[in-house]
């Protein structure tokens, strides 16, 4: 007997439990083999493949010269860092195999039971078992011979469901996917702000450095420049913390329809499913289209343009000596030619006749 998750009903403790064996990528009861994170959470080891991937996209293999990577963990965000075997380092956790196969053996004994399928509301005692494509509603077929959905086009409730869960789900991982995007964008922005830090602190230290160097003469000058830089520093973090708020705010609402989107995926029944399932698909894929926001350029953190080179002014200030004035100089070099001339005049005259 195939395993069938919604032979249990709703609030029984096998349903808490297969709600804990579910894995949060794929929303499908966890295969083998299943890998524990060092946060304690599980995942399918293809599941946290693809997830490593997709945060690696320069990871190879296990052959590769790459030493690791890193992803977070999609349950508490909890970064995960990997050595060169990538996925294949983690530990698989075997109680949690051991229960899923206790578990599977357990629901493959039990009935279906009774009274669970919903019952057409026009037709009390006829299931609802067929799909109304042109209405867009679950119906029996009493309905569609006699009543309201003669005139319709029907199709089998169970592809309809299939279709559409299908379609649901591709939609959570789209969710999923676009959510890790902007945790990305997020550690990018947040990099970029302690960047920005850094790059300022060891501008205003290389300018304190070369200000101190002239003395007390230029720190109005240094003053303004700092100020400058500050400016600067204000301006470019104010934009990038804003930005993380927007993103965190566009994370948390992407978070919650996640959180709407499961627990509707958890509705085992086909017709009770789908009264809610396309208006909900719409609204993900609402989402998914909407909301773009602004991203900063390359280089943004950068402050090379507050680097000051001083040697020129330090040149200057060793050039400094002295000064002569000209007219001093001619009036000693004419006192020197008279003193010349007054001494050779001297020796003509002391001269023998």
């Known amino acids: 007997m195939d395993y069938q998750p919604g032979i249990i009903r709703d609030g029984s ?3 808490n439990l297969e709600k804990q064996l579910i894995c949060p990528i794929c929303l499908e009861m966890f295969t083998k083999p299943v890998v524990i994170l060092p946060c304690q959470h599980n995942l399918c080891r293809k599941c ?4 490593f991937q997709a945060a690696n996209p320069y990871w190879q ?3 590769s010269v790459i030493s690791g990577g890193r992803f977070r963990c999609p349950s508490c965000r909890h970064e995960v860092l990997l050595d060169r075997h990538g996925v294949y380092g983690l530990q698989r956790n075997l109680l949690v195999e051991n229960i899923i196969d206790i578990y599977k053996q357990e629901c493959s004994s039990r009935p279906l039971q009774k009274g669970e399928h919903p019952m057409c509301k026009e037709h009390e005692d006829e299931r609802i078992n067929i799909y109304c494509v042109t209405c867009e509603v679950p119906t029996c077929s009493m309905c569609k011979v006699f009543g309201a959905h003669k005139e319709c086009e029907v199709a089998p409730l ?3 469901f299939q279709g ?3 379609e649901l789900n591709n939609c959570i991982s789209m969710l999923v996917a676009g959510n890790d995007r902007i945790q990305t964008i997020i550690s990018q922005l947040e990099d970029s702000c302690r960047s920005t830090e850094e790059n300022s602190q060891a501008a205003e230290r290389e300018l304190c450095e070369r200000f101190s160097a002239l003395g007390t003469l230029l720190e109005e000058k240094k003053t303004e420049m700092l ?3 500050a400016k600067e520093r204000e301006d470019k973090t104010g934009f990038v913390q804003a930005l993380i708020h927007k993103y965190k705010e566009q994370l948390e609402k992407s978070s919650r329809l996640v959180e709407t989107a499961i ?4 509705e085992t029944g086909g017709a009770a499913f789908l009264m809610n399932a396309k208006q909900l698909i719409k609204t993900i894929v609402e989402a998914s289209k909407g909301g773009r926001l602004e991203k900063i350029e390359q280089g943004f953190e950068n402050m090379d343009g507050f680097s000051v080179n001083l040697d020129h002014i330090a040149d200057a200030v060793r050039a400094l000596d002295f000064e002569t004035d000209e007219e001093d100089d001619e009036f000693f070099e004419e006192e020197e030619e008279e003193t010349e001339e007054e001494a050779a005049l001297a020796k003509r005259v002391d001269a023998p006749q």
């Open 13 to 15: 403790p096998m349903e």
């Open 48 to 51: 946290a493949n693809d997830v």
């Open 61 to 63: 293999s296990r052959g």
């Open 158 to 160: 169970q592809s309809v």
């Open 164 to 166: 559409q869960k299908s």
């Open 227 to 229: 100020q400058r830089i």
């Open 263 to 266: 627990q509707a995926m958890e």
